[in-house]
């Protein structure tokens, strides 16, 4: 039996080769959907999530409603940016999850950068 995966996947399995989270430098991972999207900040080395936010958390919906846009993703970079400084994390590997780097992902990064996250 054969299974099917999609191109995303197979991209993402290809970065993952060479993306990997130390404790120096945890890896800060990128799940989207269609309506939110997931972050989090992990460290491979020890398989630990060290921060995690994403658009469907409370504390994200008080501010906005809908968590599908460029307006949310860049706020969820500020979040994240603010949780990961909590955390004394500066430096940070970026795993786009083989998404293409524009829109959502683009605006979330550019936001993380912003808040302080170098990567």
Do not use: W
Not at 17 to 43: A, C, M, W, Y
């Amino acid at each position: 039996m054969t299974i099917k995966i999609s191109g995303r996947e197979k991209r993402h399995t290809r970065i993952r080769k060479h993306v990997i989270g130390t404790t120096e430098r945890p890896r800060l991972n990128v799940r989207r959907s269609l309506k939110n999207l997931f972050i989090q900040i992990i460290d491979d080395s020890k398989n630990l999530t060290l921060v995690s936010a994403s658009s469907a958390d409370k504390e994200f919906r008080t501010k906005l409603a809908y968590g599908g846009n460029v307006k949310a993703a860049a706020l969820l970079g500020e979040i994240v940016a603010s949780k990961a400084k909590e955390k004394n994390i500066a430096q940070v590997v970026f795993d786009r999850g083989g998404y293409d780097y524009h829109g959502r992902i683009k605006a979330f990064a550019e936001a993380a950068r912003k808040g302080g996250l170098q990567f």
